[in-house]
């Protein structure tokens, strides 16, 4: 059963950081290219971060470049995006996709996990 779980969000300050962790199974973690999203109320889910299956690449949407930074450990499966200088626009749910592309495109998404940013 292919599983992607977000975890680590919540409640912090302006100013604030968080560590979000997204723990894959069920499939070849190593093999998918990975990304954040997130989806603020009202408004379309954007992305966030990239990274490729080995980790050589990021990517980041400009908002979030310098504060953001995502990384991945293939032998716990598990991709992470660390947030630094959180502000109230910063607050969404937050999702991890893998994708890969074998004569087309296999994806995969997490449940999601909020995160706030609030005084």
């Known amino acids: 059963q292919v599983q992607l779980v977000e975890s680590g969000g919540g409640l912090v300050q302006p100013g604030g950081s968080l560590r979000l962790s997204c723990t894959a199974s069920g499939f070849t973690f190593s093999t998918y290219d990975m990304t954040w999203y997130r989806q603020a109320p009202g408004k379309q889910r954007e992305l966030v971060a990239t990274?490729?299956?080995?980790?050589?690449?990021?990517n980041y949407a400009d908002s979030m470049k310098g504060r953001f930074t995502t990384s991945r450990d293939n032998a716990e499966n598990t991709v992470y995006l660390e947030m630094n200088s959180l502000n109230p626009e910063d607050t969404a749910v937050y999702y991890c996709?893998?994708?890969?592309?074998?004569?087309?495109?296999?994806?995969?998404w997490g449940q999601g996990t909020q995160v706030t940013v609030s005084s």
């Open positions: 996709n893998a994708k890969k592309r074998v004569f087309g495109v296999i994806s995969y």
């Open positions: 990274i490729t299956k080995t980790g050589a690449t990021t």
